[in-house]
């Protein structure tokens, strides 16, 4: 719920507001920022993530303050966000160089990078011990829905000329960074951040565990932040901050469809870690399978609506987004397939496998560059937009295959099919219906009849029981049936 409320939010601020009251190159200094420091926060955890995914349960001891486990992870964060300041400054007179032309603006920000990354980094440190204390829905909350309140009410200001650009982006980096003291509060008042250190409960075998597990999460980690973030920070290096503006605006519409992936990611992983622990892969399997059904009825619902409704989302757009057509199509069906796989990665990286994630990354990665390489020059956005489908492909079939060949775990069944097959339906309906004069009219008639026939039909042949539940539900409270 905190997802798509903040979907509806993101919505208007990105696709609505900033187009008509910001230059391209300003909306890309804010999407640089961000993909740098996404990229810089997450190394600084030094894989410690990985870590409390995989091993918190081991450290769960409510009387004894979970054996000291937020000290270890604070003091991780402390050194991780030195290495970064360290290197930041290192390649800092490469950035000004290579920018100072083509990207000014980001020359004239780059410091605010700095605390960025400080307060990302202790908010993924924070966010993943919370959601292994079972509470997944605060961090969602803040970073999802929160964040982009903070924003639209930047945007307000800015509109009514209460502050200006450089006063929006030092509220933006507040608001950026907000989530972690908050979450940090959060902890405090419920007498769960205990600084005490008890490092006598790490015992030689554990110890070698988590350095081991720190390790792979650095690489892991990166990686898959990498994957979300490059392509910002390439077509910035390859262009400027106007085609990064351009790009990340078409970027959003298709990025709505792995919303489900991420909130439902957050769930998952404590609940599939301890069954690992249990050994119970009988109950793994039910997740995979209903996790993946399930994101892909949500996830081919919102690309057929956004892909039936291109013409009707550049006419929102200011004239100059228009030939992003293809971004929005290439990225909504990238994060479709990976929608698709459900919790593959969070059954991966929590299992005694969790190295496979790793190695696999590795390879993407440098895939990924390539891809960005070669096609970014070649195509510009269109380019990147291509570049990210064949690596989000390439990284879902692998962790497919793997786990259908290692754990015997498969994801997909005939349902997977019938879903797909209605949604063909839907969208060539959709495609006959003529195009109205007014863009809202259209969207009012296409969407309609897109949700009728998609969900109507998914429901008569019962292609997810959690559907079926949800919708008996909502007709008995109607009194349509019994």
Same mark, same amino acid.
């Given at each position: 719920?905190?997802?798509?409320?903040?979907?509806?939010?993101?919505? &208007?601020?990105?696709?609505?507001?900033?187009?008509?009251?910001?230059?391209?190159?300003?909306?890309?200094?804010?999407?640089?920022?961000?993909?740098?420091?996404?990229?810089?926060?997450?190394?600084?955890?030094?894989?410690?993530?990985?870590?409390?995914?995989? +091993?918190?349960?081991?450290?769960?001891?409510?009387?004894?303050?979970?054996? #000291?486990?937020?000290?270890?992870?604070?003091?991780?964060?402390?050194?991780?966000?030195?290495?970064?300041?360290?290197?930041? &400054?290192?390649?800092?007179?490469?950035?000004?160089?290579?920018?100072?032309?083509?990207?000014?603006?980001?020359?004239?920000?780059?410091?605010?990078?700095?605390?960025?990354?400080?307060? %990302?980094?202790?908010? +993924?440190?924070? =966010?993943?011990?919370?959601?292994?204390?079972?509470?997944?829905?605060?961090?969602? &909350?803040?970073?999802? +829905?929160?964040? %982009?309140?903070?924003?639209?009410?930047?945007?307000?200001?800015?509109?009514? *000329?209460?502050?200006?650009?450089?006063?929006?982006?030092?509220?933006?980096?507040?608001?950026?960074?907000? !989530?972690?003291?908050?979450?940090?509060?959060?902890?405090?008042?419920?007498?769960?951040?205990?600084?005490?250190?008890?490092?006598?409960?790490?015992?030689?075998?554990?110890?070698?565990?988590?350095?081991?597990?720190?390790?792979? #999460?650095?690489?892991?980690?990166?990686?898959?932040?990498?994957? /979300?973030?490059? =392509?910002?920070?390439?077509?910035?290096?390859?262009?400027?901050?106007?085609?990064?503006?351009?790009?990340?605006?078409?970027?959003?519409?298709?990025?709505?469809?792995?919303?489900?992936?991420?909130?439902?990611?957050?769930?998952?992983?404590?609940?599939?870690?301890?069954?690992?622990?249990?050994? =119970?892969?009988?109950?793994?399997?039910?997740?995979?399978?209903?996790?993946?059904?399930?994101?892909?009825?949500? #996830?081919?619902?919102?690309?057929?609506?956004?892909?039936?409704?291109?013409?009707?989302?550049?006419?929102?757009?200011?004239?100059?987004?228009?030939?992003?057509?293809?971004?929005?199509?290439?990225?909504?069906?990238?994060?479709?397939?990976?929608?698709?796989?459900?919790?593959?990665?969070?059954?991966?990286? /929590?299992? *005694? $496998?969790? $190295?496979?994630?790793?190695?696999?990354?590795?390879?993407?990665?440098?895939?990924?560059?390539?891809?960005?390489?070669?096609?970014?020059?070649?195509?510009?956005?269109?380019?990147?937009?291509?570049?990210?489908?064949?690596?989000?492909?390439?990284?879902?079939?692998? %962790?497919? &295959?793997?786990?259908?060949?290692?754990?015997?775990?498969? !994801?997909?069944?005939?349902? *997977?099919?019938?879903?797909?097959?209605?949604?063909?339906?839907?969208?060539?309906?959709?495609?006959?219906?003529?195009?109205?004069? *007014?863009?809202?009219?259209?969207?009012?008639?296409?969407?309609?009849?897109?949700?009728?026939?998609?969900? #109507?039909?998914?429901?008569?042949? %019962?292609?997810?029981?959690?559907?079926?539940?949800?919708?008996?539900?909502?007709?008995?409270?109607?009194?349509?049936?019994?």
């Amino acid at each position: 719920m905190y997802s798509y409320l903040g979907v509806v939010v993101g919505f &208007f601020t990105t696709a609505l507001i900033m187009p008509k009251l910001m230059s391209q190159e300003q909306i890309g200094l804010i999407n640089v920022l961000v993909a740098v420091s996404a990229l810089y926060s997450q190394f600084s955890t030094l894989g410690f993530t990985n870590v409390t995914a995989r +091993l918190f349960s081991y450290f769960r001891d409510k009387d004894k303050n979970n054996n #000291g486990f937020v000290f270890l992870a604070v003091a991780v964060g402390l050194i991780g966000f030195v290495i970064s300041l360290v290197s930041f &400054f290192i390649l800092k007179p490469y950035i000004v160089e290579s920018n100072i032309d083509k990207s000014p603006l980001l020359v004239q920000y780059i410091y605010y990078l700095i605390p960025l990354i400080f307060f %990302r980094m202790f908010f +993924l440190l924070l =966010d993943t011990y919370n959601k292994m204390l079972f509470d997944a829905t605060t961090g969602t &909350f803040l970073s999802d +829905l929160l964040y %982009r309140i903070g924003n639209l009410v930047l945007l307000i200001a800015y509109f009514f *000329h209460w502050i200006d650009f450089t006063q929006y982006v030092f509220g933006y980096v507040v608001i950026l960074s907000f !989530p972690a003291v908050y979450l940090a509060g959060l902890l405090i008042y419920r007498k769960q951040f205990n600084l005490k250190p008890k490092l006598e409960f790490i015992q030689p075998p554990l110890q070698k565990e988590m350095i081991s597990l720190a390790v792979y #999460g650095i690489i892991g980690g990166l990686s898959s932040v990498a994957l /979300t973030s490059i =392509d910002k920070i390439m077509l910035n290096e390859f262009y400027n901050l106007s085609l990064t503006g351009a790009y990340s605006i078409s970027f959003f519409f298709g990025s709505i469809i792995l919303i489900p992936n991420r909130a439902l990611g957050k769930i998952s992983s404590t609940i599939i870690a301890d069954a690992w622990k249990d050994d =119970d892969l009988k109950k793994i399997d039910d997740i995979y399978y209903k996790s993946s059904i399930n994101q892909l009825f949500a #996830g081919l619902f919102l690309f057929i609506l956004l892909v039936a409704n291109l013409h009707n989302i550049f006419k929102i757009l200011p004239p100059e987004y228009s030939g992003g057509e293809w971004v929005i199509t290439l990225i909504s069906l990238s994060n479709l397939l990976v929608a698709s796989t459900g919790v593959s990665v969070q059954i991966i990286s /929590t299992s *005694h $496998k969790y $190295k496979i994630q790793t190695y696999s990354l590795g390879v993407l990665i440098l895939l990924t560059v390539a891809f960005y390489w070669l096609l970014i020059p070649l195509w510009g956005m269109n380019g990147a937009a291509m570049a990210s489908l064949l690596s989000m492909a390439l990284a879902s079939g692998m %962790r497919v &295959f793997y786990l259908n060949w290692e754990m015997k775990l498969f !994801p997909y069944r005939l349902n *997977h099919l019938k879903c797909v097959a209605i949604g063909i339906l839907a969208f060539a309906i959709s495609y006959c219906i003529p195009v109205f004069d *007014h863009y809202i009219i259209d969207l009012f008639i296409r969407c309609s009849a897109i949700g009728v026939v998609f969900v #109507g039909l998914n429901y008569a042949f %019962r292609i997810s029981d959690d559907l079926n539940l949800m919708a008996n539900k909502f007709l008995k409270y109607l009194r349509i049936i019994r």
